[in-house]
């Protein structure tokens, strides 16, 4: 059974930081190009950023800039270092590998 499992989220005052963290399990990332999504309350889930195979990266306009998505296939792990968060960036983050999604974690931005 394949499972996503996401991690390190919280609440984080503006301007601050957080990495999230992706484990995947039952089945290895190495072939499959990776994604975070995120859905803020009352709105629909939105892609935020993807990572290749070979590592190229694409990201929403909304956080270009401030977000980076990395891998680690030796880990079989996908990461998002997001930093400069606003109160626009909370939401329910979730990773995301072919049709499989993981739980969400849940990021707050907030003074």
């Known amino acids: 059974q394949v499972q996503l499992v996401e991690s390190g989220g919280g609440l984080v005052q503006p301007g601050g930081s957080l990495r999230l963290s992706c484990a995947v399990s039952g089945r290895s990332i190495n072939r499959y190009n990776l994604y975070w999504y995120r859905q803020a309350p009352e709105k629909q889930r939105e892609w935020v950023a993807e990572?290749?195979?070979?590592?190229?990266?694409n990201y929403a306009d909304s956080v270009k800039d401030r977000f980076i998505i990395s891998r680690d296939n030796t880990k079989n792990a996908m990461y998002l270092q997001m930093n400069s968060l606003q109160p626009d960036d909370t939401a329910v983050y979730y990773c995301?590998?072919?049709?499989?999604w993981g739980q969400g974690t849940q990021v707050t931005v907030s003074s």
């Open positions: 995301k590998m072919s049709v499989l």
């Open positions: 990572i290749s195979v070979s590592g190229t990266t």
